[in-house]
């Protein structure tokens, strides 16, 4: 790969860029916790507050798409495996969760492929993929993989063109790159 121009970015932008992966995470794990604790009883539901997660089916991640304007990414069908989909402000998480694993389970022991609407994401992971302490590599269609070196649990990727940022999140920091790099971790059709 190609190196660039040092970035002429302050520090303060350098250490923010180089945490955030790890603040992306812990917000999504964060949320995902708290939509599992709150309370449950219609007294307390309000229109305003984040839907919680749900099984869905092959079938309803494909109309994802559709109804949110923008490709939504995933690692494809997983037999055996229910599909965990939280949508928390235009965000959109996609969980797999094997055969006796409850929809809403709090650990974060489960392969996970977030989509985030991003301008500019391929820009925004490029400048991250500068960062020291993070790595990175090319993909095929001139993909980039960013991952930081203090989380390599959480693989992002990002396409010239387009406006989503995705996450591959494993508890195999191994898995998680080499599902980001592999080709398997597409748009959903």
């Known amino acids: 790969m190609a190196q660039s121009?040092?970035?002429?970015?302050?520090?303060?932008?350098?250490?923010?860029?180089?945490?955030?992966?790890?603040?992306?995470?812990a917000i999504a794990v964060a949320v995902i916790v708290w939509l599992i604790v709150r309370g449950d009883d219609n007294s307390s539901k309000t229109a305003s507050g984040p839907p919680p997660a749900s099984a869905a089916s092959a079938s309803t991640l494909r109309g994802l798409s559709g109804q949110l304007g923008h490709d939504v990414y995933w690692a494809g069908n997983r037999s055996r495996f229910t599909?965990?989909?939280?949508?928390?402000?235009?965000?959109?998480?996609?969980r797999y969760?094997?055969?006796?694993?409850?929809?809403?389970?709090?650990?974060?022991?489960?392969?996970?492929?977030?989509?985030?609407?991003?301008?500019?994401s391929y820009a925004l992971l490029k400048r991250q993929a500068r960062q020291p302490g993070n790595g990175s590599l090319g993909v095929a269609h001139n993909g980039l993989v960013?991952?930081?070196?203090?989380r390599p649990?959480?693989?992002?990727?990002?396409?010239?063109?387009?406006?989503?940022?995705?996450?591959?999140?494993?508890?195999?920091?191994?898995?998680?790159?080499?599902?980001?790099?592999?080709g398997v971790v597409r748009p959903i059709r």
């Open 5 to 25: 121009a040092p970035s002429a970015a302050s520090p303060a932008t350098r250490k923010w860029l180089r945490i955030l992966p790890a603040v992306l995470v």
């Open 153 to 182: 649990q959480s693989v992002y990727l990002a396409y010239p063109g387009s406006n989503v940022q995705v996450e591959v999140y494993d508890p195999s920091a191994t898995r998680a790159r080499r599902l980001a790099t592999s």
């Open 83 to 94: 599909y965990e989909l939280t949508e928390v402000n235009g965000n959109t998480f996609i």
């Open 97 to 120: 969760l094997p055969s006796g694993v409850s929809v809403g389970d709090p650990r974060p022991n489960y392969l996970t492929v977030g989509t985030y609407p991003r301008r500019n």
């Open 146 to 150: 960013v991952w930081s070196k203090g």
